[in-house]
């Protein structure tokens, strides 16, 4: 079997998992609870990677992305599952000052 997580260095939060089937078969899964118990979901993390699938705040070309954030219990409670959940912005070291000013700027605007 061979792994890689690529979000671990700043890549997409996506991961390759490659294996025999009968070994995934009997291979014990931690899992959150949104995946399905069959293969080959059971190794998916549950949000089937909501931060490819975010729209984008055109106007000040900011990313974001929405979901539960394995949160799902939060979600439900605050009655977001149903809509989508919540919004997420995550600046990381490779932004740089001028984007971090936009989504100021853009934030600002919003309240």
């Not at 931060?51 to 977001?80: F, K």
């Not at 490779?94 to 919003?110: D, I, M, Q, W």
Request: one cysteine or more.
């Amino acid at each position: 079997m061979y792994c890689v997580l690529q979000y671990k260095f700043f890549g997409p939060h996506c991961g390759i998992l490659y294996g025999r089937y009968d070994l995934l078969d009997d291979l014990f899964a931690y899992k959150v609870r949104p995946a399905p118990d069959s293969l080959p979901g059971r190794f998916e993390t549950g949000t089937q990677n909501h931060e490819g699938l975010a729209g984008v705040l055109a106007a000040q070309n900011i990313n974001l992305w929405d979901g539960n954030y394995y949160a799902i219990s939060v979600t439900e409670r605050l009655g977001l599952e149903e809509s989508g959940g919540m919004v997420r912005v995550g600046p990381v070291q490779s932004n740089t000052l001028e984007e971090v000013g936009r989504l100021k700027e853009a934030l600002r605007g919003l309240v």
